[in-house]
Structures are given as structure tokens and as C-alpha cells.
């Protein structure tokens, strides 16, 4: 059996979907269980202290850590994720997600994700825990 070829991930497209498109996430690279993403802070994504609302955060992490993994290969599906908000993103800032693949045992994968900000700034960091899923029979 060969070893699986990781796919070929064109600019704008990443695991997080319609639901990443509706939150303007673009892929900025996703190779080899890596992958840099990019998202601004809209006025539909602040919450009532004027700040990113945590869930829309959550979100471009998820989406990050879920293509760096896609990206290796592999089918995977998040499991588990755990989140760190550090610093609040206001309106209109740029954030920029580095996922980075650190672990892969049979089918679990280990993801960590930092969320920075157009200064470099830590928001957020994130560790997602990923499940290969297969085929039937396979």
C-alpha cells in the first residue's frame, strides 16, 4: 500500500468550509501539515465590548488547525480543541493563524495554532486533538 500524497490546497481554500468563507477566512498556505490562514475582525464579529466575540476566534483557529491536517495527507476531524484568549482583537485588525501539525500516533493528530495580530501580538493560541476518519472497510 503507498503512502497517501497530500493534496494540493489552492489559495482560498481550506477544511473550514462554507462556514469559514461566510467568516472571510483565506488560506494563505497549507502544506505538509502547516498552514497559515488570514482573517479580519468585522463589525459582525465584535461582541458588545466592541472586542472579537471569543466564538468567531475559536473559529479561525478551528479552521486553521483543521487544514494544517488536512493538509498532511490524512482525513481529519477535530475531536478536542482547548483555546487561550490572550489579548482582545478589535475591529478591522488583521489576524493571522499559524497551525503547525506536532504529533501524529496511528489516527490521532495533535495540532497547535497562534492567532496573531498585524503587530505580531499573540490573541490566541490553540491545541486541537484530530481523529482520522476512513473509508468503510478500510
Not at 48 to 74: E, Q
Amino acid at each position: 500500500m503507498s503512502e497517501p500524497q497530500a493534496p494540493t490546497v489552492p489559495l482560498n481554500v481550506h477544511a473550514g468550509g462554507r462556514f469559514a468563507d461566510e467568516l472571510g477566512i483565506e488560506t494563505l498556505r497549507a502544506e505538509g501539515g502547516e498552514a497559515v490562514l488570514r482573517m479580519t475582525v468585522r463589525k459582525d464579529m465584535v461582541n458588545g465590548n466592541g472586542v472579537c466575540h471569543g466564538g468567531a476566534v475559536f473559529a479561525f483557529a478551528d479552521s486553521a488547525a483543521g487544514t494544517a491536517a488536512w493538509s498532511s495527507g490524512r482525513n481529519f476531524v477535530a475531536q478536542q480543541a482547548s483555546i487561550n484568549w490572550l489579548r482582545p482583537a478589535m475591529l478591522g485588525v488583521v489576524l493571522t493563524a499559524e497551525a503547525h501539525v506536532v504529533s501524529v500516533e496511528g489516527r490521532s493528530a495533535v495540532c497547535d495554532v497562534v492567532l496573531r495580530d498585524e503587530e505580531g501580538a499573540t490573541i490566541a493560541v490553540l491545541r486541537n486533538l484530530s481523529r482520522e476518519i476512513r473509508a468503510q472497510g478500510e
